[in-house]
Every structure is written in C-alpha cells, then in structure tokens.
C-alpha cells in the first residue's frame, strides 16, 4: 500500500475498511489536499484493489464530510471553509468546556499523572517541529480530559466531530509561531483541573478553541489572495 495509510493496522480489517482509513487518513494529514480530485482508477492502481472498495470509501468520506460531490467533476478532498469551521468549532467550543468541567469533579490522581504527561509530551513535540506529531499530542491532552470527564455520551458527541477537528488542528499547527502560546492554554487547563476550577478550566478551553478558530480562518484568507 506504499505512502499511504501507515499508520493503522491493516491485517485484521476487510478490504472495504483498509481502503477508507486508508484515504481517511492521507486526507487528514494532508496528503490528499484540500480540493484534489480523488479519481477512482488512479486510487485503486495506487492501493493496488478494484475500483468497488474506493467507490465504497469515498462514500462514507462523503458522509463523515471530508470529501464532496461536484457535478460532472466527481470526488474532490473538501476544502477547508470558514463555514465549516466555525460550525465545527461552534460545538467542539461547547463540549470541550463541558468536559473541563466534568473532569474537574471526577478526575483521579492516575488521569492526572496521564494529563501531565500528556502536557508534556505535547512540548516536547513543539520542540521536534513535526506537525503530525504535534497534532497527535494535541489530540492526546484533549483525549485524557475526555476521558476523565466520564461522560460516555459526551465521548460519543466528540467522537463524530474528531475527523473534522484533526484537519483544522493540523492546520493550526503548521505553523510554529503558535507553539507558545499552546503550551500555555494546555498549562492553564491542566492547573485549573489540578485546582479543581471548573469556572477557569472551561473559560481556558473556550480560549483555546477561539484562537485555533481565528488563526486557521486567517490562514483561509491568506489562500485566497494568492
């Protein structure tokens, strides 16, 4: 499967699901870009399978809204809008700050360790300067928090969002100039959780995710003047 998908574990999944995670990926961390035609025969060579399982994959892409449907052009990579994205963010906003303050209440001394570890890691990561590692680690801290929240239900909610926020996070994190100002916000959210501050730890996170918002837009203005 080459260049493609390389980071999951292929040998216990159908074809059907190889092939999607597959392009779900390439298109999450870039390699499929924003508004590149997903043409079937030209996937199927490259994936070495019949072109049934692409027209499968890019269904369900379809669906999860990272790929879009253009009259008599056929399957393109969904760009990244300000629409998309504030619709995204909207919500993610909202429940991210939710799950600040559940975890403030329920979280325990071993999901603390985790979370501290996680904020750490996340620095470390700036400091090497790979993007995907550094949106990996983002998802992490973020992860950990959800999880100490206890809120199956607020899992799911996240869950459906998460292919959508990985692009507008690998987007943020391109660019290096924002790492500080990161490791910041993921300080402030761990202390307030520390302190068991909900009041701060949810106005930390709304912080958070309004600055992601507002420089992934700009980077959107940015493509259009070129």
Do not use: W
Request: aromatic residues 6%.
């Amino acid at each position: 499967m080459n260049e493609f998908g390389r980071d999951f574990e292929k040998e216990y999944l159908p074809l059907r699901d190889v092939v999607f995670h597959t392009l779900r990926q390439s298109i999450l961390t870039g390699e499929l870009k924003p508004g590149e035609r997903l043409m079937e025969i030209h996937l199927a060579d490259k994936l070495g399978v019949s072109r049934t399982p692409i027209r499968e994959a890019i269904r369900k892409l379809e669906l999860e809204g990272l790929v879009t449907m253009i009259p008599r052009r056929g399957a393109e990579v969904a760009q990244i809008t300000e629409k998309s994205l504030k619709d995204v963010l909207e919500v993610r906003r909202a429940l991210d700050a939710l799950a600040v303050e559940l975890a403030c209440d329920r979280i325990d001394g071993e999901k603390l360790e985790e979370l501290k570890e996680a904020r750490d890691n996340f620095e470390e990561e700036t400091r090497k300067g790979d993007a995907n590692q550094v949106a990996r680690a983002d998802v992490k801290f973020h992860d950990i928090i959800l999880e100490a929240a206890g809120n199956d239900k607020l899992v799911q909610m996240i869950s459906n969002l998460s292919q959508q926020m990985y692009r507008y996070r690998l987007e943020y994190v391109k660019d290096e100039s924002h790492y500080g100002q990161l490791i910041r916000e993921h300080r402030q959210i761990y202390e307030a959780i520390c302190s068991r501050d909900k009041e701060s730890g949810a106005a930390a996170m709304k912080v958070h995710i309004d600055n992601q918002e507002k420089a992934v837009i700009r980077m959107i203005y940015a493509r259009k003047k070129k």
